[in-house]
T-cell receptor, first 114, second 111 residues
């Protein structure tokens, strides 16, 4: 089944403790992206990647890191999480930058930083 | 500054009603506009629009783009409770692969 898999689905952590949210897709998509979704603010793009070893900042990259060493994986790293990073995170992938074909989204990771 | 504004923010209707959701945008070098439906989990892709005046249709949902007036509408006819969701529109930032999403319209359909 074609899908984007995120792990974990839920995570509660403490301020400052490094964490990684994994994202993997099995559709051979070049384009992958991370979003966070907050009430009243909608979906905001954190980072995106056009292909292996090619990444760029989205709207709200501060406090996040990404890497794209393999085509299928695009992990999101929070080196020192803070409470303002409490949010619902989505990973997405697509062909052609998603412009012509839309994205496939993962099921989301709900992160709480206390 | 590129931006996407959706209206209304929230809408409550009864089953059988027709609804029209709006997405206004300001982006330079327009390429495409995408509509998504988000229920409890991840957004799912509905439509991609690139040309003005050409309606995209899928069952009771349809969408059209007006590139002159810089907006798109999403119509849902004969609404059902299963249409209850947040509807999002998104556009790529001019000249990049960055995307901007509107804040969405929350639709609730009452039985």
């Amino acid at each position: 089944e074609a899908q984007v898999t995120q792990n974990p689905r839920y995570l509660i952590t403490v301020t400052g403790k490094k964490l990684t949210v994994t994202c993997s897709q099995n559709m051979n998509h070049e384009y992958m992206s991370w979003y966070r979704q907050d009430p009243g603010l909608g979906l905001r793009q954190i980072y995106y990647s056009m292909n292996v070893e090619v990444t760029d900042k989205g709207d709200v990259p501060e406090g996040y890191k990404v890497s794209r060493k393999e085509k299928r994986n695009f992990p999101l790293i929070l080196e020192s999480p803070s409470p303002n990073q409490t949010s619902l995170y989505f990973c997405a992938s697509g062909r052609g930058g998603g412009r012509g074909y839309g994205y496939t989204f993962g099921s989301g990771t709900r992160l709480t930083v206390v | 500054e590129d931006k996407v504004v959706q209206s209304p923010l929230s809408l409550v209707v009864h089953e059988g009603d027709t609804v029209t959701l709006n997405c206004s945008y300001e982006v330079t070098n327009f390429r495409s506009l995408l509509w998504y439906k988000q229920e409890k989990k991840a957004p799912t892709f509905l439509f991609m629009l690139t040309s003005s005046g050409i309606e995209k249709k899928s069952g009771r949902l349809s969408s059209i783009l007006d590139k002159k007036e810089l907006f798109s509408i999403l119509n849902i006819t004969a609404t059902q409770t299963g249409d209850s969701a947040i509807y999002l529109c998104a556009l790529p930032f001019s000249g990049t692969y960055k995307y901007i999403f509107g804040t969405g319209t929350r639709l609730k359909v009452l039985a």
